[in-house]
Nanobody, 119 residues
Framework: QVQVVESGGGLVQAGGSLRLSCAASGSIFRIESMGWYRQAPGNQREWVATVTSGGSTNYVDSVKGRFTISRNNAKNTVYLQMNNLRPEDTAVYYC?????????????WGQGTQVTVSS
């Protein structure tokens, strides 16, 4: 149906930057929104950021001013620019795509990409 693939994770020092990318493919009628979650070991999966089909964005408080979510014109790719990274940002980051494949609208998840921030 819909495939979601993330990339761009890695190891950086505190204060550094990474850009995550996520591409959705498949039989997509419409993408309603795209977003990012993260999960650190022993923690629950946490919502990080979302961009809607109309281009509006929302962020969890802990990343406001540091992370920027964006999308391409085709609305099938989402990016997460992460600046001024902190050790507490260390997690597996998951891309999620809310997409309609007629007649169903549901969320699709990628496999995750590891982000590690050293102190």
């Amino acid at each position: 149906q819909v495939q979601v693939v993330e990339s761009g994770g890695g190891l950086v020092q505190a204060g550094g930057s990474l850009r995550l990318s996520c591409a959705a493919s498949g039989s997509i009628f419409r993408i309603e929104s795209m977003g990012w979650y993260r999960q650190a070991p022993g923690n629950q999966r946490e919502w990080v950021a979302t961009v809607t089909s109309g281009g509006s964005t929302n962020y969890v408080d802990s990343v406001k001013g540091r992370f920027t979510i964006s999308r391409n014109n085709a609305k099938n790719t989402v990016y997460l620019q992460m600046n001024n990274l902190r050790p507490e940002d260390t997690a597996v980051y998951y891309c999620t795509v809310r997409a309609t494949t007629i007649p169903l609208t549901r969320d699709y998840w990628g496999q995750g990409t590891q982000v590690t921030v050293s102190s």
